[in-house]
């Protein structure tokens, strides 16, 4: 089912920025560019972003944002916990969400995951758990590990489903890794950039994504919050690639608006016939590691 999937990469969504651009970039972003040969992971410790970034827990409010005729989802309503600290040798995120889907036959489903992640700071080890609940039962179990070279190739190995091991390609980033790359890429004024990027939240294996940099801007005037109000915010747009996949267009989009310190105020997931809206309800920060 669609949706499923649109679930597991949902869990993924919300360590990355955002972003709104023209057609003629949308229509770029369905040719994903080579990465330039001998570049280096931008892992946390090759990072200039990451001195910046704000350990801190965030409540998105999901809702439906639009869908085609053709769509047989009619409403999706929920909401996401996201929590991003700091664990000293490398970083931790944890996302739960609760959502419920409503279908054009009348039918509902609740939808429950809890995505778990630790990655070093070095950008070279990577761990992962999913679990996801399909109207209170067990729909999917996702657990493993993954260790990546300097140059970016590497291994990924999972406990569950079952038992697999899989080779990742050169230039692979692991999530936060990536998201520091945005925000590196994002204050040196530079607009475009792809890699692939290996997330864990299902056994398809690694993703290509491309992405879009928007001109910077401050975030939302009308908010009060110090942990936002002052910080400088770029639009973002991503689209996901999957390597296994020979499609001309990205499998889905991504759109955000990311904070200087990896905070992300709001997000759009266009899965195609339907898209989803993240709006940032709470926000607080988490305790420095004191490392």
Same mark, same amino acid.
């Given at each position: 089912?669609?949706? =499923? ?14 972003? #709104? ?12 560019? *080579? ?11 090759? @990072? ?17 944002? %639009?869908?085609?005729? %053709? ?32 279908? @054009? ?21 990577? =761990?992962?758990? $999913? ?10 179990? $996702?657990?493993?590990?993954? $260790?990546?070279?300097?140059?970016? %190739?590497?291994?990924?190995?999972? @406990? ?29 004024? *530079? ?12 056994? *398809? ?80 920060? #988490? ?5």
């Amino acid at each position: 089912m669609q949706n =499923r999937r649109f679930a597991a990469r949902l869990a993924l969504s919300a360590t990355f920025g955002a972003f #709104l651009v023209t057609s003629a970039s949308l229509l770029a972003l369905a040719k994903p560019a *080579e990465a330039a040969p001998g570049t280096p992971p931008s892992g946390s410790a090759l @990072s200039g972003s990451a001195g910046n970034i704000l350990p801190h827990r965030a409540v998105y409010k999901m809702s439906l944002l %639009s869908a085609r005729n %053709s769509s047989k989802v009619t409403d999706v309503r929920g909401r996401m916990l996201f929590e991003w600290a700091d664990a000293c040798d490398g970083w931790t995120t944890e996302q739960r969400f609760q959502l419920r889907f409503a279908y @054009s036959e009348g039918d509902e489903m609740a939808m429950n995951t809890n995505y778990t992640t630790w990655e070093a700071k070095d950008g070279q080890r990577y =761990r992962f758990n $999913v679990r996801k609940l399909i109207n209170g039962e067990v729909d999917e179990e $996702v657990r493993g590990e993954a $260790v990546l070279d300097k140059d970016g %190739s590497g291994s990924a190995s999972f @406990s569950k489903p079952e038992p697999q091991e899989m080779k990742l390609p050169d230039q692979t980033m692991f999530p936060t890794a990536h998201t520091l790359a945005i925000l590196d890429h994002a204050g040196a004024g *530079e607009h475009f950039f792809n890699r692939i990027v290996f997330d864990g939240a299902d056994s *398809e294996g690694a993703t290509e994504v491309s992405t879009v940099i928007g001109t910077a801007a401050e975030a939302k005037e009308d908010t009060t919050d110090p942990l936002l109000k002052g910080k400088t915010a770029w639009p973002v747009r991503m689209a996901f690639f999957p390597l296994k996949s020979d499609a001309a267009q990205p499998e889905y989009e991504m759109s955000l608006r990311l904070l200087q310190n990896g905070v992300a105020e709001s997000m759009q997931i266009d899965y195609g016939d339907f898209t989803v809206n993240a709006v940032l309800e709470k926000i607080e920060a #988490l305790p420095k590691s004191g490392c």
